[in-house]
């Protein structure tokens, strides 16, 4: 196990929590086995943590066009491009379980165009690195060569607001130095 610190702000106690926090990530520690770091990373602001997870399970739980194991696709291509370290290492994991495929996370985050992946995902990765890291060049195009792969507009909307809303994930990660946890590398293999 590392020694390194989880974050390099507070990052606060379990039983020092508000109730609806503390029950929250017990519930993921009892389902994983383990609390991941960006639970206590981000407890210590307790309203941006609600707003957080809220939003993450808006756009991660939901019923979708998008298959929860492209969503997390999404998550590892644009933390990729992002150099976030803790999301690529994370959301690798949960990706290699969704997809029941030991080898599709590295393959996705090293390079998507040459994953073993089918041509509608690589259509909707390069839409998510686009909004990812060039979002104020999206044009109708880019949302017509999505519709010719079949995604609806929803599903438009969902590839473009998970790419947003881990762009701004992947920079709380950095900002904090979050550290992945040990457990993370070997999930899924």
Same mark, same amino acid.
């Given at each position: ?9 507070? &990052? ?15 519930? &993921? ?14 407890? %210590? ?9 809220? %939003? ?19 998550? &590892? ?6 150099? #976030? %370290? !803790? #999301?690529?290492?994370?959301?690798? /994991?949960?990706?290699?379980?969704? +997809? ?11 390079? !998507?165009?040459? /994953? ?11 839409? +998510? ?19 010719? %792969? ?22 709380? /990660?950095?900002?904090? +130095? ?12």
């Amino acid at each position: 196990m590392s020694e390194a610190p989880v974050s390099r702000f507070p &990052v606060p106690e379990l039983d020092d929590l508000e109730v609806d926090i503390r029950d929250r990530i017990v519930a &993921v520690q009892e389902k994983s086995g383990f609390v991941p770091n960006v639970f206590l990373a981000l407890a %210590h602001r307790p309203d941006e943590f609600r707003a957080f997870f809220n %939003h993450h399970d808006a756009l991660m739980e939901r019923e979708s066009g998008l298959s929860k194991a492209e969503r997390e696709m999404i998550v &590892v291509a644009t933390s990729s491009a992002n150099h #976030c %370290h !803790y #999301c690529v290492v994370a959301h690798g /994991a949960i990706l290699r379980i969704r +997809a029941k495929n030991p080898l599709i996370a590295d393959q996705v985050a090293i390079n !998507y165009r040459l /994953a073993d992946i089918s041509e509608r995902q690589k259509a909707m990765l390069d839409f +998510a690195m686009r909004v990812a890291t060039e979002s104020h060049q999206v044009s109708e195009a880019d949302l017509e060569a999505l519709r010719a %792969h079949g995604f609806s507009q929803d599903d438009v909307w969902d590839i473009g607001a998970i790419s947003a809303f881990f762009a701004m994930s992947n920079r709380l /990660a950095s900002l904090s +130095a979050m550290r992945p946890n040990d457990e993370f590398f070997a999930m899924g293999r």
